[in-house]
């Protein structure tokens, strides 16, 4: 079974600097997808970033990339230029993209909240 | 906005009562799951349904049943609440069950059970 793991419960960092935040997950598969969700006080679920197993290139958008590591399975996220709206909980999450009976279901993290300081 | 709707947003809940949180979405989606949040723990599946009419185990079904007569709607049904599972409950849904689309997210019912 897969696991997703991250390490830390809590970060915080000052508005306008950068801030990483760490995931490694544990798979015997190949191809399979890797996310970021981004959980505000609001509870609302919010996809951040999303990468493919199968590709080399890290993921950007906008603020936020990623340092996809196949080979050491690990996928952490970067915010850029941190804004006080980024303040929330991050979750990294796993779904295998292999052919196999039932849901390809999300493999969660425990979360890592984000606190920015103005 | 298109999206998935959920139903109530929060409620609290005697012990041994049967509830139903209700879960509608709009985008045709073919797949659609529930999850279950707990400090700590992350989100755990509950329960899933690859299509209309077809529905399967997650991880944690137990106390929980579903149903999903249509493509737009998949309530999920505690038969006889139980303190444990008070828990924010997340409705979502995928285009396909398989793959590389994304999981989409309702904005979740607190419950509460007393």
């Known amino acids: 079974a897969q696991t997703v793991t991250q390490s830390q419960p809590e970060m915080s960092v000052q508005e306008a600097e950068t801030v990483t935040l760490s995931c490694t997950y544990d798979?015997?598969?190949?191809?399979?997808?890797l996310f970021w969700y981004k959980q505000p006080p609001s509870r609302q679920m919010i996809l951040v970033i999303r990468?493919?197993?199968?590709?080399?290139q890290n993921a950007t958008e906008n603020r936020f990339s990623v340092n996809f590591q196949k080979a050491a399975k690990s996928f952490s996220l970067k915010i850029s230029d941190s804004q006080l709206g980024d303040a929330a909980m991050y979750f990294c999450a796993y779904r295998s993209a292999e052919r196999i009976q039932g849901a390809q279901k999300l493999v969660f993290g425990q979360g890592t909240r984000l606190t920015i300081n103005p | 906005i298109a999206g998935i709707t959920q139903a109530p947003t929060s409620q609290i809940l005697a012990a041994g009562r049967r509830m139903t949180l209700r879960c509608t979405q709009d985008?045709?989606?073919?797949?659609m799951y529930w999850y279950r949040q707990d400090l700590g723990l992350g989100l755990r599946l509950i329960h899933y349904s690859n299509t209309a009419g077809t529905t399967g185990k997650g991880e944690v079904p137990d106390g929980y049943s579903v149903s999903r007569a249509n493509t737009d709607d998949f309530p999920l049904t505690l038969a006889s609440a139980v303190p444990s599972q008070t828990s924010v409950y997340f409705c979502?849904?995928?285009?396909?069950?398989?793959?590389?689309?994304?999981?989409?997210f309702g904005e979740g019912s607190w419950l509460t059970v007393v």
């Open positions: 990468q493919e197993a199968y590709k080399q």
């Open positions: 979502a849904s995928s285009e396909r069950p398989r793959g590389r689309g994304t999981i989409y």
């Open positions: 798979t015997s598969e190949s191809d399979y997808y």
């Open positions: 985008m045709r989606h073919n797949a």
